[in-house]
């Protein structure tokens, strides 16, 4: 079996900013550098012939090159606990559209359509029982922004769990085309 899902890889000023701010909330499991992805589709768990389609699939996908910003932080809720925490980017109609389009490659592979509303973020932290308090670290960083950065092609994962956490495997990297979506 394959766990997939299909992504953003931020630049590396990105990954850096989101890497500085990260800290200040106990017993959280804190992203690294390489976890740091804008997810566009989560596929699951497939067999070998699946993840073959699925990368085929993906070929298909025509889309520009994408210029996005960090824009502010969030929580991920479960009843009355936190999840996760987040980062935002935007513009989200400019991911939003990959996201469909992927979705459609994907359904046309065979895949059932994605089931959630669709938020454009990056994961920064897990959560547990064990964690503290969130609110201290979502005011801190709401005003979180960065500068508009180019992402010129998405990437086919492969996420194999661990111990400390999942580490994601690229399996294939797709092209956007010239020109660009989403200027901000």
């Known amino acids: 079996m394959h766990r997939l899902f299909v992504a953003l890889r931020p630049p590396a000023a990105m990954r850096a900013a989101l890497s500085a701010i990260m800290g200040g909330v106990d017993a959280a499991r804190w992203q690294d550098d390489e976890q740091l992805h804008v997810t566009l589709r989560y596929i699951g768990d497939v067999e070998r012939p699946v993840a073959e389609d699925i990368a085929a699939a993906l070929h298909a996908v025509r889309a520009p090159a994408l210029r996005l910003a960090l824009s502010g932080v969030g929580r991920f809720d479960s009843g009355s606990r936190g999840r996760a925490l987040w980062a935002g980017v935007t513009p989200h109609d400019a991911v939003a559209t990959l996201h469909h389009r992927i979705d459609h490659a994907l359904v046309r592979a065979g895949l059932p359509p994605e089931g959630r509303a669709y938020l ?20 801190r960083h709401a005003a979180l922004r960065s500068a508009a950065m180019r992402f010129d092609h998405f990437v086919l994962y492969q996420s194999h769990p661990g111990k400390g956490g999942a580490w994601y495997e690229p399996v294939a990297r797709y092209p956007l085309y010239a020109g660009s979506v989403g200027q901000s």
């Open 120 to 139: 454009p973020h990056i994961t920064l932290a897990r959560l547990n029982r064990a964690s503290g308090p969130t609110d201290a670290f979502l005011g």
